[in-house]
């Protein structure tokens, strides 16, 4: 085992660095995606009920399914692995930011209109930094969901740690398969931590005093 | 109604339009123009409501829920569009402007001071300021200078954020973010609703005071009518609908209330009710030896002796009373000191006698003292002086041309008044006529009758 990881030391390194970077752009391209969607939404019932009722069913999607599906029109390497991941990253996010919209204290809206805050800069300055907390909270439950999901991404040859798992699964029994199996999900392990860590930082630093817990 | 709109020509033409600094009154006049709310084919929540706030005046809108008065209120920001009607600020119509404009130059003060949680203390008074582009240090000035005109230390509290504040202290914050801009208009929605009766209290007093420093046009809506006779310049008592009752002084309606509605929302006791009427500071309030905290001591004895008095008060150095001493406890010490001074009730020159009595009866003594703006001290009053005071109370209150107000559909007539002053008048005979020729919806509105039944909003 130790002379497979001193061996390999500097393609573990890269494909974790891959691995971790593939997770957190998605993420960041995923939260985007969601508080747009969510800030079209969550005025209407109807239409977060629809947001909802999507992002329950698109999380029930198989992964493996949907990258190999992926495979026809993008074809393979990172696109279609950015494509699934941020899909699946989405979904929780949206449903925390529609939550978190939604428990914004009507009170405190019309307070702001009634101060002179027009409807945009009452969402940015009000409503998103209320909810951003519960947001958050979606972000790291997206970000662990997709550390696993990053892993998969290997079958349609994306980057990351994957090609670990799959090399040494398709092999077991060789020489250094076990090993190497063994080191991906360690890796993918001490990535979710490191990940998660930071965005417990990212909120430490983004979520205002006044409505920290 | 043709004849009147050569007036609405003239009035706007003649803009005065929110400019402050024109006499001492800094407040603006309000009209609201035979305005009505309507949602879908229900009745009106308010109907062809004329209106108008004289300015620099506090106007109190009281009524049972669901007769219209916050939606009144809202409509003047426009937070609530008007189905049909004007509004007039200053003689400019701001019924087309756009709403965030207008809004950011009318002071808005909700229940619990609606501060935003996420930002703090003095984020929340800079709100305004910082979206009509204020430079930085003006803001942080503004910012602390209205923290001091509302009791509260900046340097304590600018950084503190509003879950770390009392009630009463977010409700100070509340209306210190509205008077940021100084806007010459402040509403205020039953802004005290929601605090304990000791500290409503005092945020009443202390609201007293801001309006006599500003001299704001203040509108303020209040189910609570004992709130409206302490508070109010004039009291609109509104039924159903937007359909006022009765407008007047707070001494009219006690002692004429215009129908049996008003004397039943007025309540039992309207002769005990004007013991309300009469403040601290309308009735002689004695002078008494004080000290300042560190002042030479001997000399202070010398003045009481030569006073011929056995009791000094202290004065913290804001000029707060801290609290009695005696002159033997006086002359042990080298510096006035108040280590030993013993409590005593103080209350608010702005207090009502009834207030102040009550304040003597509960803490057993038979003085007090009395503070005025930001608590300073300014003499003491006793029981005998209240007493004296009850002995005096007319009964018969002064005629005072009362402001236009009316849900008949016709339109008051503009007057600039002394020191351009905007005021409104009603043409009596063509209000008559008006009435008369037009068999308009608002005739059947105007049946006392039909104001009993219900409609949905607040």
């Known amino acids: 085992m130790g002379s497979y990881l001193s061996d390999r030391w500097p393609q573990i390194l890269s494909a974790s660095w891959q691995h971790f970077s593939l997770v957190a752009q998605c993420l960041l391209l995923a939260t985007v995606i969601a508080i747009f969607i969510a800030a079209l939404c969550y005025r209407s019932k109807t239409l977060s009920g629809v947001a909802n009722s999507v992002s329950a069913v698109g999380l029930t999607i198989p992964s493996f399914a949907l990258l190999g599906l992926m495979i026809a029109p993008l074809g393979f390497g990172v696109a279609p692995a950015v494509v699934v991941l941020t899909f699946y990253c989405l979904l929780p996010i949206l ?8 428990g914004v204290d009507r009170s405190l ?3 702001a209109r009634g101060i002179g805050m027009s409807s945009m800069e009452t969402f940015f300055k009000v409503e998103l930094p209320m909810a ?3 947001i958050l909270a979606g972000m790291r439950v997206s970000a662990q969901m997709t550390m696993g999901v990053a892993a998969i991404s290997a079958y349609v040859l994306g ?4 090609s670990f798992i799959f090399s040494g699964l398709s092999r077991l029994g060789g020489a250094n398969s076990f090993e190497s199996v063994v080191t991906a999900v360690v890796a993918v392990v001490v990535i979710a931590l490191i990940l998660d860590g930071l965005l417990l930082l990212l909120g430490r630093l983004t979520i205002s005093r006044g409505i920290r817990a | 109604m043709p004849n009147s709109t050569a007036d609405h020509n003239s009035s706007t033409g003649n803009k005065v339009a929110f400019n402050p600094s024109m006499t001492e009154i800094t407040g603006a006049t309000i009209l609201l123009e035979n305005v009505t709310k309507s949602y879908g084919a229900k009745k009106a929540a308010v109907n062809q409501l004329t209106l108008e706030i004289p300015a ?3 106007v109190m809108f009281v009524g049972p829920s669901g007769c219209g008065k916050t939606t009144t209120l809202k409509m003047i920001n426009r937070l609530i569009e008007p189905t049909s009607g004007r509004i007039v600020i200053n003689g400019e119509d701001v019924t087309t402007m756009n709403g965030d404009e207008l809004r950011r130059r009318i002071g808005y003060v909700i229940q619990a001071g609606g501060l935003l949680p996420h930002l703090t203390v003095g984020a929340n008074v800079g709100l305004v300021p910082k979206m009509l582009k204020w430079d930085k240090q003006r803001i942080a000035d503004r910012t602390d200078e209205l923290l001091e005109l509302v009791s509260l230390d900046p340097e304590i509290y600018r950084d503190r954020y509003p879950k770390e504040l009392s009630g009463g202290q977010q409700q100070r914050v509340g209306v210190a973010r509205a008077l940021a801009a100084d806007p010459p208009v402040l509403l205020m929605d039953e802004p005290f609703g929601a605090v304990d009766p000791i500290t409503r209290q005092r945020l009443q007093e202390e609201l007293i005071h801001v309006q006599a420093e500003l001299h704001k046009t203040i509108v303020f809506v209040t189910h609570d009518f004992d709130e409206a006779v302490k508070l109010g310049d ?21 002692a004429h209330p215009a129908n049996e509605f008003v004397e039943d929302f007025i309540g039992s006791g309207a002769g005990l009710k004007q013991l309300g009427l009469t403040r601290v500071r309308d009735v002689d309030i004695r002078q008494a ?3 300042t905290v560190g002042e030479d001591a001997a000399t202070a004895v010398a003045h009481m002796n030569e006073a011929g008095v056995l009791r000094a008060i202290v004065l913290d150095s804001r000029d707060r009373p801290i609290g009695w001493v005696t002159r033997r406890q006086l002359e042990r010490m080298t510096t006035v000191g108040a280590a030993h001074a013993r409590q005593f009730p103080v209350v608010s020159d702005s207090a009502t006698l009834d207030d102040a009595l009550d304040t003597m009866l509960v803490a057993g003594s038979s003085d007090a003292a009395v503070t005025g703006s930001r608590g300073a001290y300014q003499g003491i009053i006793t029981v005998q002086t209240v007493i004296k005071a009850i002995d005096h109370i007319s009964a018969d209150p002064e005629e005072v041309s009362t402001p ?3 849900n008949t559909g016709a339109i008051p007539k503009l007057a600039t008044g002394e020191n351009g002053v905007i005021s409104y008048a009603m043409d009596e005979e063509e209000t008559a006529t008006e009435v008369e020729n037009d068999s308009a919806p608002w005739a059947e509105h105007s049946d006392p009758a039909e104001t009993h039944r219900g409609s949905e909003r607040a």
């Open chain 2, 404 to 406: 236009v107000g009316h």
């Open chain 2, 56 to 58: 620099g005046k506090t």
């Open chain 1, 109 to 111: 809206i019309e307070a």
């Open chain 1, 132 to 134: 951003w907390p519960v």
């Open chain 2, 234 to 254: 004039w009291i609109v008592i509104f039924n159903e609908g937007g359909k006022i009752e009765q407008y007047g002084t707070p001494e009219q309606i006690l």
């Open chain 2, 289 to 291: 030896p004080a000290f």
């Open chain 1, 159 to 162: 980057p990351g740690l994957g």
């Open chain 1, 95 to 102: 449903r925390n930011a529609l939550v978190g919209l939604a």
